[in-house]
């Protein structure tokens, strides 16, 4: 994959695409898209998701509970990825720094079996939640095209790296 405005260069590391990134466009577009999907979230669950919590079941109220605070820690990992590369763009860190495993995003979590934790709940929070899953699982494709090694990439006839590629490509159902 391509990353627009990001050159892949011999750079074993990520670092000469890093650069490139931060200063286009197409960062500056999605850093202002998640953190105003943060700052929306925030708005929604201190207002009118803390008034519409009130008007749900015993049961509805936990599990909405449970799918507010995994959408405040998604947010917040996709905030932190989004300023950690501010921050290479600002001169405040170098895109090596930046490519450690601590700044990285993290892998998806398992949806809980037995179905949507979010059905039932309002739809104003499930739109958030497809909001969110959408920009995470962008920018879990970005991550890895930044900071994973090309020539780390798995043969064309291993299987088993195909089949991680498929999974990541389209995700778990």
């Known amino acids: 994959?391509?990353?627009?405005?990001?050159?892949?260069?011999?750079?074993?590391?990520?670092?000469?695409?890093?650069?490139?990134?931060?200063?286009?466009?197409?960062?500056?577009?999605?850093?202002?898209?998640?953190?105003?999907?943060?700052?929306?979230?925030?708005?929604?669950?201190?207002?009118?998701?803390?008034?519409?919590?009130r008007d749900l079941s015993r049961e509805a109220a936990l599990a909405?509970?449970?799918?507010?605070m995994r959408l405040t820690t998604r947010l917040m990992q996709i905030a932190s990825w989004l300023l950690v590369l501010r921050a290479v763009r600002e001169g405040e860190m170098t895109p090596q720094e930046a490519g450690h495993e601590k700044y990285r995003i993290g892998p998806a979590e398992r949806r809980p079996a037995g179905g949507d934790p979010a059905a039932g709940l309002p739809e104003t929070l499930r739109n958030l939640i497809g909001q969110t899953d959408?920009?995470?699982?962008?920018i879990t494709r970005l991550d890895r095209d930044l900071f994973v090694d090309v020539s780390a990439a798995p043969a064309s006839g291993d299987a088993a790296g195909q089949l991680r590629a498929l999974h990541d490509a389209f995700g778990t159902r």
């Open 1 to 53: 994959m391509r990353t627009a405005g990001a050159e892949k260069t011999d750079s074993p590391d990520g670092a000469g695409r890093i650069g490139p990134f931060v200063r286009s466009k197409m960062f500056t577009n999605l850093f202002a898209h998640g953190m105003e999907l943060v700052e929306e979230t925030a708005t929604y669950l201190d207002d009118e998701g803390r008034r519409a919590s």
């Open 64 to 68: 909405y509970a449970g799918v507010s």
């Open 134 to 138: 959408t920009l995470y699982a962008r």
